[in-house]
């Protein structure tokens, strides 16, 4: 079967991308392997999409059963990473990964640190140790290169006013405006798998796409991996919507001096340059609290945690008295400034 696994040379050890040092490293004996030295598999894999169900551990031979969308996990029964090759090859493969640079247990510190930095969340919930879990998924994404032909017709008005003896004299002047603009926007993400949330994932931006690298397996050991659940053409409009308000707010930019402007016809041809299949690392954190499950995520490069926590009534309650308590000793001042005699 397809799968693939790091042993060490040394000590026969499992495996895993060790996100401190960039490198391979044994969970035995702790031994060190250059990534860029390790043969890829899949250079020379003839895999088709879909050729295998189940999968074999070459650890402890265990099955393992893993949703369609997995191209990387650990055997539930011996712990060890596998990497599910016929899932990351032809179409499925990607083109580059941003390798973890934050592991689990600076995942953990920064998470519970953010909690603790919450104003208005309640105690127990800064405080508890209610982590249920935390996993690293190399999250799919799909990055464009997208080249906008942009025409913009407006009308357009300057008003002036200005006083001419025992008269005061307004001025209006019309213009008609067209603009013809080329913007070109680079690398906008997509996330492109079915369970992840949207909206989570596009407050982890911007990724570091400096550290974009070259995609081989051994960045995925020990780590969950997602296949796309969406191609390019599908996500295209997403990719649009995304870019829809940078172009609006440029438009403005170019049209500005008038008193009016009220946009008459507005045409975009959007033109896709490159759309780059890439992975890159999420830390998905589960959290219990009050008997309610709260899902957050951090960005596993820049440590952005995003989420909804919850919040303490008591807390906002609070917060609005003060606000209210500072303003009322301002307009107190303010009035006794004044010689109000509210003193």
Known sequence: ???????????????????????????????????DNIPDPLKKSTFTEGEAKEYQCHSCGAVIMTE??????????????????????GRLAPAKVIPFAISKEEAIRAFRKWCRNGRLTPGGFMTADRIQSITGIYVPFWLYDLDNQVEVEARATKVRTYTSGDYRIT????YDVYRKLRLNYVKVPVDAAEKMNDELMDKLE???????????????????????NYDEQELLPRAKQKISQYIDDYIQSVTTGYTTVTYTNKYIDTEVKRAEYVL?????????????????????QTGKVVGKPPISKAK????????????????????????????
């Open 206 to 228: 911007p990724f570091p796409y400096n550290q974009l690298k070259e995609f081989k397996t051994p960045y995925l050991a020990g780590y969950i991996a997602e296949k796309y």
């Open 280 to 300: 890159l690392p999420v830390w998905v954190v589960h959290y219990d609290y009050n008997r309610k499950k709260y899902t957050f995520a951090m960005n596993g």
């Open 68 to 89: 369609a969308e997995t191209t990387a996990t650990s055997c539930s029964f011996c712990g060890s990473s596998v990497v599910l090759a016929d899932r990351l090859s």
């Open 1 to 35: 079967m397809p799968v693939i696994e790091y042993k060490c040379p040394g000590c026969g050890g499992g495996m895993g991308f060790d996100s401190g040092t960039g490198m391979l490293a044994c969970g035995s004996c702790g031994r060190q392997e250059n990534i």
């Open 316 to 343: 906002v309650a609070a917060w609005f008295a003060s606000i209210s308590g500072i303003s009322f000793l301002s307009l107190k001042l303010v009035s006794w400034m004044m010689g109000g005699g509210f003193w």
């Open 171 to 174: 001025e209006t002047q019309h």
